[in-house]
């Protein structure tokens, strides 16, 4: 209990505190705050899933709840064919070494894509942080792994050829031992949220002043267990990205598609018709998963013809486009998914007009049979 108390010392919560600015902590407020102008102007960003399931490459980045949490037969006989008996899900994280990393590789392919965001994935539901959160202690790729700061070093990355950073954080985690009590106790208990997950946002928020903060992992409890709304309260009015800041619609069940910033409403989303509210669409080059798989075939791929399809129909409808790719543990980049992102690049370059800062026009989806005069 002494540690618990010491956490929340060291990351006070927000929502004890008087509000200073025009957002109150509840939805009716925090939803009227316009959208910051250079989002729905980007119209395209990279999505970057990264972390210790990137070593197994096997299967999704949901490897470790598949293996442990259902007991999936093909993820149980993998480890069983491949580890030891008593190797467990940690002994992943020294394996995960990023020794061939280059952010400013990186960077330069997202630019030459034409991308005007990038968003990495922080931390996932398995917990592993690609920072050095204080409050994921040796679980962390400063602690363990790469023993480098990868939100850092990307950001700067990004930032120097002109794009937006955003950040991919993950507010619950499957075996985390307080979050497991707190879902136990019916999410009565908020252990997790003020030891944990919330001091993590504040910390991102205040060491790397994302320009998007896209979360995720929130639909097992209700945003008022999150504690979502004193948070955004703080990040719209007080925080140092409280201008220019755009975030999501994943703060507690429920939440999605109604309640956030821009709404992704679900993995791979399209609606059909122009929605009346900003949306966006993420999607994944690897149809099968968002993280890196090592037995990933040509056919499991998105072509790029599709991608520009997809993209243009987002992008007539309202959306931006979130297009996903899944480092290996070493820090490289399939071929296959670096010809994709400059295909699109090579695309903007001619059509880019089309796309930037476009309005979708009175008619979304015109017949597209061809008369016979």
């Not at 999605?256 to 609606?271: E, L, M, Q, T, V």
């Amino acid at each position: 209990m002494l540690a618990l108390w010491a956490v929340l010392a060291a990351f006070p919560i927000v929502a004890s505190q008087p509000q200073r600015g025009p957002y109150n902590p509840d939805w009716e407020s925090l939803d009227k705050r316009p959208l910051p102008p250079w989002y729905d102007q980007a119209k395209f960003g990279i999505f970057v899933h990264w972390g210790v399931f990137a070593v197994p490459g096997f299967g999704s980045e949901w490897f470790w709840w598949h293996w442990q949490g259902t007991k999936d037969p093909a993820y149980v006989n993998f480890m069983k064919k491949n580890y030891p008996p008593d190797f467990s899900y940690a002994d992943f994280a020294p394996k995960f070494k990023a020794e061939f990393f280059d952010p400013e590789e990186w960077a330069d392919l997202f630019r030459d894509s034409g991308a005007k965001y990038v968003v990495l994935t922080t931390k996932h539901h398995e917990g592993f942080t690609n920072w050095g959160s204080p409050t994921s202690w040796n679980w962390n790729s400063v602690d363990a792994g790469p023993h480098q700061d990868l939100v850092g070093e990307l950001g700067d990355a990004v930032r120097k050829r002109g794009m937006h950073y955003g950040v991919y954080h993950s507010l619950f985690e499957w075996f985390h031992p307080l979050y497991l009590s707190d879902k136990k106790s019916g999410f009565k208990t908020q252990d997790f949220v003020f030891s944990k997950a919330m001091p993590e946002l504040y910390d991102l928020v205040t060491r790397y002043k994302p320009d998007v903060i896209w979360s995720d992992g929130d639909w097992e409890a209700a945003d008022s267990y999150w504690n979502s709304t004193q948070f955004l309260a703080w990040l719209y009015n007080e925080s140092p990205v409280k201008d220019s800041v755009v975030t999501n619609d994943r703060w507690g069940a429920g939440c999605s598609c109604k309640h956030g910033g821009f709404y992704n409403c679900a993995d791979k989303y399209s609606p059909g018709q122009l929605p009346s509210h900003k949306w966006e669409k993420c999607t994944s080059v690897d149809k099968l998963s968002w993280g890196h798989r090592r037995n990933m075939k040509l056919n499991q791929l998105l072509d790029l013809p599709s991608i520009i399809q997809d993209l243009v129909q987002t992008v007539s409808l309202g959306g931006n486009y979130l297009l996903n790719v899944g480092p290996s543990a070493e820090g490289t980049l399939a071929v296959a998914f670096e010809e994709r992102l400059r295909g699109v690049g090579a695309w903007l370059a001619l059509n880019g007009d089309a796309i930037y800062s476009s309005q979708p026009w009175r008619v979304q989806n015109e017949n597209v049979t061809v008369p016979i005069w």
